[in-house]
T-cell receptor, first 116, second 112 residues
Framework: SAVISQKPSRDICQRGTSLTIQCQVDSQVTMMFWYRQQPGQSLTLIATANQGSEATYESGFVIDKFPISRPNLTFSTLTVSNMSPEDSSIYLC?????????????FGSGTRLTVV | GQSLEQPSEVTAVEGAIVQINCTYQ??????LSWYQQHDGGAPTFLSYNALDGLEETGRFSSFLSRSDSYGYLLLQELQMKDSASYFC?????????????FGAGTRLFVKA
């Protein structure tokens, strides 16, 4: 399976500022997925990032708040803009598992964001 | 709409067997997967069932019944390190695209 390096691992940010989270994959992948997980809760898909096209956002998430870049097949960034305490969460990037029969995801280690 | 239900917590004794159930409602169902997540860690993939029946991977097995919209994860010979949250996830869609929705997670406590 692919190995994903995600950073930062955690950050404490002031409200009104922005944070950019980076994910680097050790192999080329078509799609990268960004999830949010609030403490003790499930994973919610924010958007799907394809290289060379605009990201596709899920209901409740908008590009102005969560701009995504996908400059090549191994890298993506998610920015959390104009942060408020409600944005405090764990943000995870993921890719589809490659070359195996069973369908699933490999996740980055996550970014634990606290907005104060 | 789409929904998944799984118990919020399960407690079991070391060495025992535990079953975590998952029921789902969705259209365009393709498969059910399971993930393990330790506190402070990322989810890790455990299994995927697209067809009815049991899939075994070591101490972990996963079952699917498409007609009942039901599946479960079976953990045998429980170890303390199995204490974690377990998520079921449904993959659904059509030729226009696929989506994976995660359940709320089941927190497993393994006692000595």
């Amino acid at each position: 399976s692919a190995v994903i390096s995600q950073k930062p691992s955690r950050d404490i940010c002031q409200r009104g500022t922005s944070l950019t989270i980076q994910c680097q994959v050790d192999s080329q992948v078509t799609m990268m997925f960004w999830y949010r997980q609030q403490p003790g809760q499930s994973l919610t898909l924010i958007a799907t990032a394809n290289q060379g096209s605009e990201a596709t956002y899920e209901s409740g998430f908008v590009i102005d708040k969560f701009p995504i870049s996908r400059p090549n097949l191994t890298f993506s960034t998610l920015t959390v803009s104009n942060m408020s305490p409600e944005d405090s969460s764990i943000y995870l990037c993921s890719v589809e598992r490659q070359g195996v029969r069973a369908y699933g995801y490999t996740f980055g280690s996550g970014t634990r964001l606290t907005v104060v | 709409g789409q929904s998944l239900e799984q118990p919020s917590e399960v407690t079991a004794v070391e060495g025992a067997i535990v079953q975590i159930n998952c029921t789902y409602q969705t259209s365009g169902f393709y498969g059910l997967s399971w993930y393990q997540q330790h506190d402070g860690g990322a989810p890790t993939f455990l299994s995927y069932n697209a067809l009815d029946g049991l899939e075994e991977t070591g101490r972990f097995s996963s079952f699917l019944s498409r007609s009942d919209s039901y599946g479960y994860l079976l953990l045998q010979e429980l170890q303390m390190k199995d204490s974690a949250s377990y998520f079921c996830a449904v993959r659904s869609g059509n030729t226009g695209g696929f989506k994976t929705i995660f359940g709320a997670g089941t927190r497993l406590f393994v006692k000595a």
